[in-house]
Antibody
Framework: QVQLQESGPGLVKPSETLSLTCAVS?????????WGWIRQPPGKGLEWIGS???????YYNPSLKSRVTISVDTSKNQFSLKLSSVTAADTAVYYC??????????????WGQGTMVTVSS | SSELTQDPAVSVALGQTVRITCQGD??????ASWYQQKPGQAPVLVIY???NRPSGIPDRFSGSSSGNTASLTITGAQAEDEADYYC???????????FGGGTKLTVL
């Protein structure tokens, strides 16, 4: 079955760049679907960060757009998140997910287990 | 508008029916999807589109939509349904996604 697994540093210093990777197994990213990143600060709700298609087309949350880059590596069957100039407000559990994209309906149908990233010196 | 509004908390007696709602202008154009999240776990998709359940989701979960409001209904709530529920949809631009603030469901 399709599985997603996030990886990356659990601790990032303020003003530095947060970098995470999502490895996809059981499905080839090149075959289709969009892929996305979602985060959840401790005790708070979910926030969509951005999504990417296997071709590289991206969509970003306007509130984060100036700091976010999402990229895809089809040869490694993975996609990545970079968030620059982080502050304590970026401390959160970061999830990657597969996004089924329809004409008027869509859904994040498969999620990774999530990885906690803390921003602290 | 790019916002989706949910009631922060809802409670239901064991075995009864509960409706969780999500309001937003974009819901006039796009269907909502619904996610169940239990403590310490990743969200799980329970309803998407007009009223579609992924494989493995019990049929006591159903979805509906009217105007700017989407609803998730649990018919015959079970103790294991106690969780946070989030709605999600595209915003009015059509190429950005937004989550509701979440509803904490307590099963009494």
């Amino acid at each position: 079955q399709v599985q997603l697994q996030e990886s990356g540093p659990g601790l990032v210093k303020p003003s530095e760049t947060l970098s995470l990777t999502c490895a996809v197994s059981g499905y080839s990213i090149s075959s289709g679907y969009y892929w996305g990143w979602i985060r959840q600060p401790p005790g708070k709700g979910l926030e969509w960060i951005g999504s990417i298609y296997h071709s590289g087309s991206t969509y970003y949350n306007p509130s984060l757009k100036s700091r976010v880059t999402i990229s895809v590596d089809t040869s490694k069957n993975q996609f990545s998140l970079k968030l620059s100039s982080v502050t304590a407000a970026d401390t959160a559990v970061y999830y990657c997910a597969r996004l089924w994209f329809g004409e008027s309906d869509d859904a994040f149908d498969i999620w990774g287990q999530g990885t906690m990233v803390t921003v602290s010196s | 508008s790019s916002e989706l509004t949910q009631d922060p908390a809802v409670s239901v007696a064991l075995g009864q029916t509960v409706r969780i709602t999500c309001q937003g202008d974009s819901l006039r154009s796009y269907y909502a999807s619904w996610y169940q999240q239990k403590p310490g776990q990743a969200p799980v998709l329970v309803i998407y589109g007009k009223n579609n359940r992924p494989s493995g989701i019990p049929d006591r979960f159903s979805g509906s939509s009217s105007g700017n409001t989407a609803s998730l209904t649990i018919t015959g709530a079970q103790a294991e349904d106690e969780a946070d529920y989030y709605c999600n949809s595209r915003d009015s631009s059509g190429n950005r996604w937004v989550f509701g603030g979440g509803t904490k469901l307590t099963v009494l």
